[in-house]
T-cell receptor, first 115, second 113 residues
Framework: DVKVTQSSRYLVKRTGEKVFLECVQD?????MFWYRQDPGLGLRLIYF???????EKGDIPEGYSVSREKKERFSLILESASTNQTSMYLC??????????????FGDGTRLSIL | LAKTTQPISMDSYEGQEVNITCSHN???????ITWYQQFPSQGPRFIIQ???TKVTNEVASLFIPADRKSSTLSLPRVSLSDTAVYYC??????????????FGKGTKLSVIP
């Protein structure tokens, strides 16, 4: 089974801190994604990466950056955390499946609280 | 990007068939439709995917009419363990760096004994 592991289930940080969320997948997938999930808003794509060192903005990239130095690891960075970034963050991975959509495999999320 | 609309919630009794519809009026020609299931404190899990007509697997069926402006996830004979949030995703991967996808806001299904 595909395993996507997020480093923390719960995280509490303070406003202005630099926050790192880590994600590791074990299936050699090319594509990796970061979403945030908020009540009533569903899942919204922050960034995705289709190869090492390659990244593309999603729908809500403001206030975030990402890093992908190794194929299996995709990091989400909150440069200066703010209270409106309190949310559930989900990481996912998939193989490319050009012309269609390969299923995305999700981690169990990191619930981040910014105080 | 396609905009997706789903009912916020649905209730069903155990043993019944449940149909959850997702509207995606401006779906693009090459978009695929995917459904995910999410339990509390877990990430979404893939259920089924289709492009047109009907797709069936061991857990669900997906019906897509000819105009593709909506899709219906069908869960046969639901049990209490099917209580979850179900998300519709419309999107396409067309090559390196080219992902376009839109998740619906999710439908909370409650199965009643």
């Amino acid at each position: 089974d595909v395993k996507v592991t997020q480093s923390s289930r719960y995280l509490v940080k303070r406003t202005g801190e630099k926050v790192f969320l880590e994600c590791v997948q074990d299936m050699d997938h090319e594509n990796m994604f970061w979403y945030r999930q908020d009540p009533g808003l569903g899942l919204r794509l922050i960034y995705f990466s289709y190869d090492v060192k390659m990244k593309e903005k999603g729908d809500i990239p403001e206030g975030y950056s990402v890093s992908r130095e190794k194929k299996e690891r995709f990091s989400l960075i909150l440069e200066s955390a703010s209270t409106n970034q309190t949310s559930m963050y989900l990481c996912a991975s998939s193989s490319p499946g050009q012309g269609g959509f390969q299923p995305q495999h999700f981690g169990d999320g990191t619930r981040l609280s910014i105080l | 990007l396609a905009k997706t609309t789903q009912p916020i919630s649905m209730d069903s009794y155990e043993g019944q068939e449940v149909n959850i519809t997702c509207s995606h009026n401006n779906i693009a020609t090459n978009d695929y439709i995917t459904w995910y299931q999410q339990f509390p404190s877990q990430g979404p899990r893939f259920i089924i995917q289709g492009y047109k007509t009907k797709v069936t697997n061991e857990v669900a069926s997906l019906f897509i009419p000819a105009d593709r402006k909506s899709s219906t996830l069908s869960l046969p004979r639901v049990s209490l363990s099917d209580t979850a949030v179900y998300y519709c995703l419309v999107g396409l991967y067309s090559g390196a760096g080219s992902y376009q996808l839109t998740f619906g806001k999710g439908t909370k299904l409650s199965v009643i004994p």
